[in-house]
């Protein structure tokens, strides 16, 4: 089982649209857990770190569910910008950070 | 602030050529480093790290290898590079007591 896993998608959105993503997790010892945006052929930059009681910044909700083992993101009012591969990271501490292969958004006008 | 540099942006090697491709860290001392690869489709897969000078844990058995030669400098090499060493090569830091790794802009190598 692997330790991270995501619907790889594709999810295509119209615009102003909210979208949610869940991501589940094998170790139930993880330690921390984040959302990480990637656009086509860049790097993957932090979108958001987890924590236990669910947060928000600005359009973006995350929660984390740790009985069920799962990491969730939802996306309110989807911009075109929004388009891009949102990856699920778990961290079980002493450099043991697993990625998921991630799920593609694609928003249209 | 932290910043995080890593060349070249692109490269094509002939198989059996050497590779060598260069990371290094600004504004923080003693991070921990990474080597990262993302294969076409794939997820990151986690290659070396390290948590000082000298000291680099290797994840999987491969014909690459790196080096720390500096606090803040991370180099990925390897001598001879076989068809299945292309991918998108990513460094990455973070801080020795946090959770959070930052990438670099990537590499994207291509084997022919």
């Known amino acids: 089982r692997k330790e991270v896993e995501q619907d790889p998608g594709p999810f295509n959105v119209p615009e102003g649209a909210t979208v949610a993503f869940n991501c589940t997790y094998s170790n139930s010892a993880s330690q921390s857990f984040f959302w990480y945006r990637q656009d086509c052929r860049k790097e993957p930059k932090l979108l958001m770190s987890v924590y236990s009681s669910g947060n928000e910044d600005g359009r973006f909700t995350a929660q984390l569910n740790r009985a069920s083992q799962y990491i969730s993101l939802l996306i309110r009012d989807s911009k075109l910008s929004d388009s891009a591969t949102y990856l699920c990271v778990v961290n079980n501490g002493a450099n043991n950070l697993f990625f998921g292969t991630g799920t593609r958004l694609t928003v249209i006008p | 602030s932290q910043t995080i540099h890593q060349w070249p942006a692109t490269l094509v090697q002939p198989v059996g050529s050497p590779l060598s491709l260069e990371c290094t860290v600004e504004?923080?001392?003693?991070?921990?480093l990474y080597w990262y690869r993302q294969a076409a489709g794939r997820g990151l897969q986690l290659l070396f790290y390290?948590?000082?000078?000298?000291?680099i844990s290797s994840e999987v058995p491969q014909n690459l290898s790196a080096s720390r030669p500096q606090d803040r400098q991370f180099i990925l090499s390897s001598k001879k590079l076989l068809l299945s060493d292309s991918g998108f090569y990513l460094c990455?830091?973070?801080?020795?007591?946090?959770?959070?790794?930052?990438f670099g802009e990537g590499s994207w190598l291509t084997v022919v």
């Open positions: 990455a830091w973070s801080f020795a007591s946090g959770n959070t790794i930052y």
């Open positions: 504004g923080t001392s003693n991070p921990n």
């Open positions: 390290s948590v000082g000078i000298g000291q």
